[in-house]
């Protein structure tokens, strides 16, 4: 969770503007099979978008390319880094990234850096097809 926390943080220095941001103790389920109602404790980033709905910025995660798989508890978008392999974290905060910052004015990105005017004109772009970091 360290990791992806500080990749988003690094990737949207702005991140206050565009959402509130935590991480959090919480609990995921692997899924069905013989141990369907097992829990799992997990630390998790939440974000809740100032800019969109918390069903919308699921909704564009998925939809992106690569998707990326998260939930949403409580209206926030949960990420749950468990899931996820090493490295992904610079995909997921390139995609989370491109996605806010297109709900900045222009204006904001007066001086800001290269690469957050590549991410709001769609300049960024990655290889993989679909991330999962989420676990019910």
Known sequence: ADALYSAIKTKIPAIAQVADMDMADMNSRPGGGSFPELDLPTRCITIYPKTMSSSN????????????????????????????????????????????????????????????????????????????????
């Open 57 to 136: 910025l699921e909704k564009q995660m998925r939809l992106s390319t690569p998707s990326v798989i998260g939930r949403i508890e409580d209206n926030r978008y949960i990420l749950d880094p468990r899931t996820i392999q090493k490295g992904q974290e610079k995909i997921i905060s390139s995609t989370l990234a491109r996605i806010l910052i297109k709900k900045l004015p222009l204006n904001f990105l007066q001086g800001k850096s290269t690469f957050l005017k590549q991410i709001q004109t769609g300049h960024i772009s990655n290889r993989l097809k679909f991330i999962s970091v989420t676990s019910f």
